[in-house]
């Protein structure tokens, strides 16, 4: 996989570090444990396009939201984190 | 039933082998069963044997959606242990382990278990301690545990580097009752005695959807038609969730990928199970020569059955750095097979809420071990409509009510358990 990091232009993965699922979202503190456990716990698992954490660890060490196929290992959207990401 | 024997091999081969029939059938679906099994592989096919052995339950398929002991179970690289750390773990894997050890009598079929030893090398105190821990903990178990000096492991396996420059090895602990089976022979092994037994193995026959009325299972949609039943289980490992998102539950479980290689066979070489402490590698050597070996997971989730350098590197480097000797080699092959991680590494074999509908999955990348426990109590929670106390944590709300059976103590990320 090579991914097109927004800084440093497309790098091949060994330069990334994976950071799980970007699209669970922490809840506000007072949300309650069932939706504490959702956010640790519950995982739509798509066969298909996901939205992931990865961090360019041995490049300018930005975390990235990268759109990636789970099937086809295809890469989409890449964008760095930040406020609204 | 073909039945197996050295008295029969001598006299095919006198008959120029012309009397051998294949060893199940090649069964057509019926409109309904007793109980429907989703997956050909080993745990698949273990459930539906143990269901007839053990519980008289006949009237069962398994649906497999390409041919059976293709997914994982024809995958891996075949260590079987019981040297885990929590009493859940331990006990349920022990009796896996007893399991094997009469399996070969139990089918009547050669599944080549080999009791050779398995031995985890440590290279640091904190390793050796952890190890010690381990190891006590699965003797209080009734498990055999044994801790090896230097020399114990030089014994054992000579070609390892024990004076490594960077990560000598301090000693290992070993389960001399672990070893190595063969995967094909176990999946055929049991379609061999459930197929004797009166279940149907159905090949080509893919679920695509589930049949749920008022909360309870009727049955599947497959790609060769409905097929009634009031009890499913599933047994899909890395699939899982493709299947209960068709029953609209949600399990947690992702699935990631993971590789394994073989070397071009050599004379013997390695005479055990080894595992590095220093790196993510493990090691055997088959019946055919090749050396087996393999790594950790990618690292991200994936349901293509094929990995990426970056892990197969990292595999060469632990494996060299262990038996420098493997540096002359070549790999002949490589694949991958899709595992389903659970957050704490551990599985479920439990019932789900809909009723009637039952799993055995989560098993990570250590399910093979677990064949014919997982089988036979998955059997049980299917028979009896409520788990065996083997399996009686193995529950899919035990993360939800803290009670994680986290082994390794890696949190909650499946992509690093
Ligand atoms: C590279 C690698 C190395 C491993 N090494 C070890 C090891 O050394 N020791 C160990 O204990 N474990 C190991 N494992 C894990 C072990 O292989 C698995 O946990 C175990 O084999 C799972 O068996 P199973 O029967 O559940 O799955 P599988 O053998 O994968 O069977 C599941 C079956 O379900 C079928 N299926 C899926 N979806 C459908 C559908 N919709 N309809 C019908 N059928 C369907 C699939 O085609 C498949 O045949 C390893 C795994 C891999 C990939
Ligand atoms: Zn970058």
Known sequence: MRIPCPHCGPRDEIEFSFRGDASACRPTPGAGPDAFYDYVYTRTNPRGWTLEWWQHASGCRAWLQVRRHTVTHEIGAVTPAGPGA | ?417
Request: net charge neutral; glycine share 14%; charged share 20%.
């Open chain 2, 1 to 417: 039933m073909p039945r197996y024997s050295a008295f029969r091999i001598f006299a095919e081969g006198l008959r120029g082998n012309r009397g051998w029939t294949p060893t199940w059938r090649k069964a057509a679906p019926k409109p309904a069963y007793d109980v429907i099994v989703v997956g050909g592989g080993g745990h698949g096919l273990a459930t539906a044997f143990y269901l007839a052995e053990v519980h008289g339950i006949r009237n069962v398929a398994v649906l497999e959606r390409g041919l059976i002991g293709q997914g994982n179970t024809g995958r891996n690289t075949t260590i079987v242990r019981s040297n885990y750390l929590l009493p859940e773990n331990n006990r349920f894997y022990e009796k896996s382990l007893q399991l094997w050890e009469g399996l070969e009598q139990s089918l009547g079929y050669n599944v080549m278990m080999s009791q050779r030893g398995v031995v985890n090398l440590f290279h640091n105190d904190a390793q050796r301690n952890a190890a010690m821990r381990r190891g006590n903990s699965m003797r209080l178990g009734g498990i055999d545990a044994e801790l090896l000096d230097r020399d114990g492991v030089r014994a054992m396996c000579p070609l390892i580097d024990l004076d490594n420059g960077r990560y000598p090895v301090m000693g290992g602990l070993v389960q001399r009752r672990g070893g190595t089976a063969r995967h094909d022979a176990v999946a055929w092994g049991f379609a061999h005695a459930a197929d004797a037994r009166g279940v149907d193995i159905i090949e080509h026959c893919e679920v695509t959807g589930m049949l749920i009325e008022d909360g309870a299972i009727q049955g599947v949609q497959t790609t060769r038609g409905e097929i009634r039943a009031p009890k499913i289980g599933l047994a899909v490992a890395g699939h899982t969730t493709t299947l209960t998102d068709m029953a609209g539950i949600q399990v947690p479980i992702e699935t990631h990928l993971l590789q394994a290689f073989v070397s071009e066979s050599l004379k013997p070489m390695i005479d055990c199970v080894v595992t590095f402490g220093a790196g993510h590698f493990y090691i055997s050597q088959s019946d055919k020569g090749g050396l087996v070996f393999g790594g950790g997971l990618d690292g991200y989730n994936s349901y293509g059955s094929r990995g990426t350098l970056r892990e197969a590197e990292h595999v060469f480097a632990a494996g060299v750095s262990m038996i420098p000797a493997l540096g002359r080699l070549r790999a002949l092959r490589s694949w991958a097979g899709v595992m389903d991680m659970t957050p704490d590494g551990s599985p479920y074999i439990c019932k789900t809420p809909i009723h009637g509908l039952y799993m055995t999955a989560g098993w990570c990348y250590g399910g093979f071990k677990a064949t014919p426990g997982s089988g036979w109590c998955h059997a049980w929670t299917i028979a009896h409509d409520e788990p065996h106390p083997l399996n009686a944590a193995f529950t899919l709300d035990r993360l939800r009510q803290g009670r994680a059976l986290d082994e390794r103590g890696n949190g909650p990320y499946p992509w690093m358990q």
